[in-house]
């Protein structure tokens, strides 16, 4: 009787700790996410803006240092994989300008400074393709060597094609300098591919790889994270008396350049809004001033250069958000 008893017992404590013991939570209950009231707002800008309706297939994403906040995709047409390599054009400038100052810390020479702003002389057009050089020095040999007067900007493939080869990156190929980014940024070699040889534009990463790397920038842990917005040079010359002479720049003007991006200003109140990249598929990437937020807007690319349809859809994300998360917004 007693040892029945004991069972007995040992049955009904079991039974009671099961009955207090909390239930595992289900896969859907963990990752229940609450998006902020503002996601909406982006959602109707994407779909509906002017210049984002022009695109007819596009992936976009705003993120902070933690997460994606929100994803998704054109209403029409067939958007590029989040997990397909895609190429960045102009946007591989600022890759490369990361990679720059992981591997100098921020310590450039003056010449440096010149090349990653553009104003070492170099006045290579964009025309002036790689597509048959074998390595990043053979690129920057067959551009064109005409020199302006050194400290003019001039926006071309060639300034930060030749600080790629006085890097000694010149007898580099695709395989070589995507181990070198990642050994610098961190990240896989399998998250670059180059498409071309250009420093510039020649680059091709996933969505989800870029949206890793800006958070991974956000969170302190990438040195170009302090340098975002230095070494600006004026374009506008309504805003820029005296500055630099400009050359050749892209359309708009009211933006300054910075080290391989672009320094978005409040037209109100001349405030840095965002930096940020953009290229002629109408790709725009931005971060916000306050350095908290990230978004893309990364098109299907057709061969026609969309850069201006691009940057009005994308800044027009990015102020949305900024709205939203900043007490003095635009």
């Known amino acids: ?7 007995l017992l040992a049955i009904g404590f079991c039974a009671v700790a099961v009955s207090f013991t909390p239930a595992r939570p289900t896969a859907a209950q963990v990752n229940i996410f609450t998006k902020p009231a503002w996601e909406k707002d982006v959602r109707r800008v994407m779909w509906r803006h002017r210049n984002c309706v022009k695109f007819d297939s596009f992936i976009w994403e705003v993120g902070d240092t933690e997460k994606v906040i929100t994803r998704d995709f054109s209403l029409k047409g067939a958007p590029p994989s989040e997990k397909a390599l895609v190429p960045l054009h102009e946007v591989s400038a600022f890759i490369f300008a990361t990679y720059a100052v992981q591997m100098t810390q921020g310590n450039f020479t003056p010449a440096q400074i010149n090349d990653l702003t553009m104003r070492n002389g170099y006045t290579a057009p964009m025309s ?13 040999s067959n551009m064109s060597q005409t020199r302006g007067a050194e400290g003019a900007f001039f926006y071309g493939p060639a300034p930060l094609q030749k600080m790629a080869v006085d890097m000694g990156l010149g007898t580099f190929r695709d395989g070589d ?56 040079v004026c374009l506008d010359p309504s805003q820029c008396s005296g500055g630099p002479t400009v050359t050749h720049v892209p359309a708009p003007r009211n933006r300054d350049y910075s080290l391989g991006h672009w320094v978005e200003k409040n037209p109100a109140t001349g405030e840095t ?4 990249m953009a290229g002629k598929s109408g790709i725009y990437v931005w971060i916000s001033g306050d350095r908290k937020y990230y978004g893309y807007m990364i098109p299907r690319d057709d061969g026609i250069n969309r850069s201006m349809d691009g940057i009005a859809c994308g800044r027009a994300m990015m102020r949305t958000v900024m709205r939203a998360t900043q007490t003095s917004a635009p």
């Open 1 to 7: 009787m007693t040892r029945r008893w004991s069972y």
């Open 128 to 140: 002036q393709n790689c597509r048959a050089a074998t390595s990043f020095g053979s690129c920057f």
């Open 177 to 232: 300098l995507r181990d070198e980014y990642s050994s610098a940024l961190g990240a896989p070699a399998t998250h670059f591919q180059f498409e071309t040889t250009r420093i510039l534009d020649g680059l091709r990463m996933s969505p989800n790889n870029l949206s890793r790397l800006l958070r991974h920038m956000l969170s302190g842990n990438l040195k170009m994270n302090d340098l975002l917005g230095t070494h600006a």
């Open 273 to 276: 809004e965002a930096f940020s």
